[in-house]
């Protein structure tokens, strides 16, 4: 699960490089699916071209390290959470909706601000439990971190839900962002180095100063926390 605090003005920038190399329209405009762009399907067909794959990678990779954004990722083993807690037991994806809420309200009260909650759309039944599941969080608050904190950090208690065909900057970085640094999150749990593909170089762009830290610089725990 992933969260990421986006300065919308993100966007000319992001449709700049649609445009540069899939001919995105301000009518129809492409939409970054991760999936797609790494399996080259349609639109980023011209990705098959390695040259072009090449400078897109790279060009990608300096828009991602010039935009304003802070990552927060929660993951978390869902077998191992299910022998653990045989008789405690959260739905995993609310769980990890809990933590992640909770530190990104202690990181809009650290950068003294507030901030809105936006979540992909999973379907009619899931998009209305992960609402109820915020809903629950913002009045109730955790163990952690109490209901008049994410009454004053939040700017709503109603999470908003959307399709990424609404072209929205901030579910897209999230969407091109989670998967390299949901494998960082395991790399470093497991005392590893990073992956050296694409998505290593990401993970390795994050770690240099997108993820939410410790005022001593600490990720683990803060910008990306692992969850049993």
């Known amino acids: 699960m ?79 959470h299910k022998m653990r807690y045989r008789v405690w037991q959260q739905d995993p994806y609310h769980y990890s909706l809990r933590i992640l809420l909770e530190r990104y309200v202690l990181f809009l009260q650290a950068a003294n601000t507030t901030g809105d909650a936006m979540a992909e759309s ?32 939040l700017t709503s208690r109603e999470l908003k839900v959307k399709q990424k065909s609404n072209n929205i900057a901030g579910l897209q970085i999230a969407d091109l962002v989670a998967h390299p640094s949901h494998k960082a999150t395991l790399a470093r749990k497991n005392k590893q180095g990073l992956p050296s593909n694409f998505g290593g170089k990401i993970a390795r762009l994050l770690e240099k100063g997108k993820y939410y830290q410790s005022p001593t610089g600490r990720i683990d725990g803060w910008g990306r926390k692992w969850l049993p």
Not at 7 to 22: I, M, S
Not at 53 to 74: G, Q, S
Not at 123 to 130: F, P
């Open 2 to 80: 992933e969260l990421d605090y986006v300065n919308e003005t993100v966007f000319p920038e992001l449709e700049g490089l649609k445009k540069k190399y899939f001919h995105s329209h301000v009518d129809e405009p492409v939409i970054f699916h991760r999936k797609e762009l790494v399996n080259r399907r349609y639109p980023f067909q011209s990705l098959q071209n390695e040259e072009v794959r090449k400078a897109f990678d790279n060009d990608l990779l300096h828009l991602l390290n010039t935009l304003d954004f802070t990552v927060i990722t929660v993951v978390i083993d869902k077998l191992e």
């Open 122 to 153: 999973r379907g009619g039944k899931e998009d209305m439990r992960l609402k109820t599941s915020y809903r629950r969080v913002c009045n109730e608050g955790t163990e952690y971190v109490l209901a008049e904190k994410f009454g004053e950090y």
